[in-house]
């Protein structure tokens, strides 16, 4: 005869050891559902170098503005990798939360090529555009607001060539060109009316 | 011999056109959905020749769709009802039961494809309705969805096509034969042809499906145009207007793209294809001050999803339907580039409001941002004094941008005294850098920040008046710089 104390005990135990399979086993399935579709790895490693003050031109949606804030961010010497951590800064500053403007997860700058004569190509992730909410003014934020922090820390830009995912594509979400250059000149221009 | 020594370069230029030739006539292969919640097309993927689509894209508009990706299993709920797939196998199991695909269950990526021919067991299980699937033109019916036709002949004056509920068609036009393709509504026959041989004006109407659409095919002995009429449950097949076939300049009432129907949609259905346009051109040569009309996006290409129902593209339609009437309420001649769901190409806009040598070009956008009209023109350096003889598509703007920050700052005027938000800005949207006109885009977003507000009759109204108005005024300027 097994003493009742025994079998309350070995009754807990396998309890116990069921709740904890259940509970493992919904754990994995909810791990499994939170995997995101895009790819949100960071592209390149984190690059080390003294910091140093950039400018970035921030979009509002809600005031519908871009306004100027100035912060600190550790820059390579190279000057195609400078330029690229300047907008992953403002990437940075776009995908935190709550953010001012929000982009998709996984929005980010691959590459930066700074050419001869003050052309600047700026490749994004495909997330960045994919996932971009489509109108005329939220997609005008975006590309105002990439193209003058470039071209307030990159004096030397004139003109800047948007690509996605090392392709060329018709338009951001749907309204903002990026089949163009854009002239900085234009873009400047463009932020004072919208500060 | 001269010739010899060519051959061979000839030979394998032939070769290479020969060789890209099936390529570039190779249509994108889809297949089509229609139920009561939504109509859609899907592309249809071939996987070692067996046809593939997308599971959760044809799940995801049906209902209250989920995906779990698992190391094992694919698990897809759509409206309550769970349904299992394993990568690789047939069986397919959905609630307590199950059964086997005709091929097995592929993922790629992120991406589960399920066998076309398992499609219509697939929905019919998962819905619990029936389904019917038109094999051949790869169109699948679900529950009840279906629209039927009648025909109504008038005997020489034309030909009424009455619909079971309304419809969206495309419509060209081609000698002596119109057709209307319906790529989401969900037409249905039972008959393939009808022959009027009596009919003076009339000869057949074909009822075709191929390749995820549905379309009607008028063979006419004269040609003929389309209206919409009864909110889009009925299209008159009538004459063209004998003034419009011979380039007079068009009068809201003769041109066959601008002409409104009298009844409760006011408008005419309209051609996409450049034909309509140069068709179009040849009768807009003296006009001197034509306003293009562009309701943005249309077809496959929606815009922005304003809410869950409402798609940028119909709310643009609606828009530029309104000003049209407005615009030709004030005695100017309006030109809409599309007045149905069509596809349009930013080059083909561009294109057709440059043949059509019009002032005034309008695109029209809605947005469920901020409130109020935002209305924006080329974002293009300045222009030289001297304008070159040859211009850049890219800039083809450039030259009449004064004429166009006007015309803004006119319309920006107008709306300002409805006492609506307004503003006015330089901006990169496409196609206004390519129109040799005064070029503007207005993005029209709620009036008080629902969206729903976009739909509202009375703000389109008073909004499209505000833009007739801005465009009247602005006329002494616009043709100035002309």
Redesign the interface.
């Known amino acids: 005869m097994i003493p009742r104390h025994v079998q309350i005990a070995v009754t807990v135990l396998l309890l116990a050891m069921f709740g904890a399979g259940f509970f493992i086993l919904r754990l994995k399935?909810r791990a499994?559902?939170e995997?995101t579709?895009s790819d949100s790895r960071p592209l390149a490693p984190p690059v080390a170098g003294p910091a140093a003050r950039v400018s970035l031109y921030i979009a509002f949606?809600d005031d519908?503005v871009i306004r100027p804030r100035t912060t600190s961010v550790a820059l390579p010497q190279e000057p195609s990798l400078r330029a690229r951590e300047i907008l992953r800064a403002l990437m940075t500053a776009y995908l935190a939360r709550p953010s001012p403007h929000p982009l998709a997860p996984g929005a980010d700058v691959k590459d930066v090529y700074l050419l001869s004569g003050g052309t600047a190509v700026v490749d994004m992730t495909a997330a960045f555009a994919d996932g971009h909410?489509?109108?005329?003014?939220?997609e005008?934020l975006t590309?105002a607001s990439l193209v003058q922090t470039l071209a307030a820390n990159v004096p030397e830009v004139q003109r800047v060539k948007i690509l996605v995912d090392g392709k060329e594509r018709?338009?951001l979400?749907?309204?903002?060109?990026l089949?163009?250059f854009?002239?900085v000149?234009?873009?400047n221009?463009?932020v004072k009316?919208?500060q | 011999m001269r010739w010899t020594k060519g051959w061979p370069a000839a030979l394998a230029a032939a070769l290479l056109l020969a060789a890209m030739l099936p390529l570039r006539s190779q249509e994108e292969r889809r297949v089509s959905i229609y139920a009561a919640r939504a109509s859609y097309s899907l592309p249809v993927q071939d996987r070692e020749k067996v046809d593939y689509v997308g599971l959760f894209e044809v799940a995801e508009p049906l209902g209250d769709a989920s995906l779990k990706i698992g190391s094992k299993t694919w698990r897809l709920r759509l409206n309550g009802v769970d349904c299992e797939f394993r990568p690789g196998k047939n069986r397919v199991r959905i609630g307590r039961s199950g059964f086997d695909m005709p091929a097995p269950f592929l993922p790629e990526g992120d991406r589960g494809y399920v066998p076309l021919q398992a499609l219509p067991m697939l929905l019919s299980r998962m819905l619990n309705v029936r389904v019917d699937y038109h094999v051949n033109s790869r169109r699948i019916f679900v529950g009840d969805a279906g629209t039927r036709f009648t025909l109504d002949v008038k005997k020489g004056e034309g030909l009424v096509v009455n619909f079971s509920a309304p419809v969206n068609p495309t419509i060209s036009t081609e000698p002596g034969k119109l057709k209307m393709t319906f790529t989401r509504d969900p037409l249905l026959s039972g008959t393939g042809s009808f022959q009027f041989q009596d009919d003076k004006l009339i000869s057949s109407v074909q009822f075709n499906e191929a390749n995820g659409t549905a379309e009607l095919v008028v063979q006419a002995n004269a040609p003929v145009m389309a209206n919409f009429a009864e909110g889009g449950k009925a299209i008159r097949i009538v004459p063209t207007p004998v003034q419009a076939q011979a380039a007079a300049p068009p009068s809201p009432s003769a041109a066959p793209a601008a002409a409104p129907a009298p009844e409760a949609m006011p408008g005419s259905a309209q051609p996409p294809s450049a034909g309509a346009a140069a068709g179009f051109a040849a009768g807009a040569l003296h006009q001197p001050y034509l306003i293009v009309v562009d309701a943005s996006h249309g077809g496959d290409e929606r815009g922005a999803a304003l809410s869950d129902q409402l798609a940028e593209k119909d709310v643009a339609l609606a828009f530029a339907r309104k000003l049209r009437t407005e615009l030709q309420a004030r005695g100017l001649n309006a030109f809409m580039l599309r007045d149905s769901d069509a596809t349009l190409s930013l080059e083909q806009r561009a294109e057709t409001a440059n043949a059509s040598r019009a002032a005034v070009y309008v695109s029209l956008h809605a947005s469920n941002m901020g409130s109020g009209v935002r209305l924006y023109t080329a974002m293009l350096p300045a222009a030289s004094a001297k304008p070159p003889l040859f211009v850049p598509w890219e800039a083809a703007q450039a030259g009449h941008l004064p004429a166009s920050r006007t015309l803004a700052q006119a319309i920006a005027l107008e709306v300002a005294k409805r006492e609506l938000p307004n503003s006015v800005v330089a901006a990169p949207v496409r196609p206004l850098n390519n129109v040799v006109a005064a070029a503007i885009a207005v993005e029209v977003s709620p009036p008080n920040g629902q969206v729903e507000g976009l739909n509202s009759s009375n703000y389109q109204q008073q909004v499209a008046a505000a833009i007739a108005s801005g465009i009247a005024n602005a006329r002494a300027e616009v043709e100035a710089a002309r």
């Open positions: 399935e499994e559902a995997r579709v949606d519908g909410r489509s109108g005329i003014f939220v005008e590309v018709e338009t979400a749907g309204h903002a060109d089949m163009s854009y002239d000149s234009a873009v221009d463009l009316a919208m």
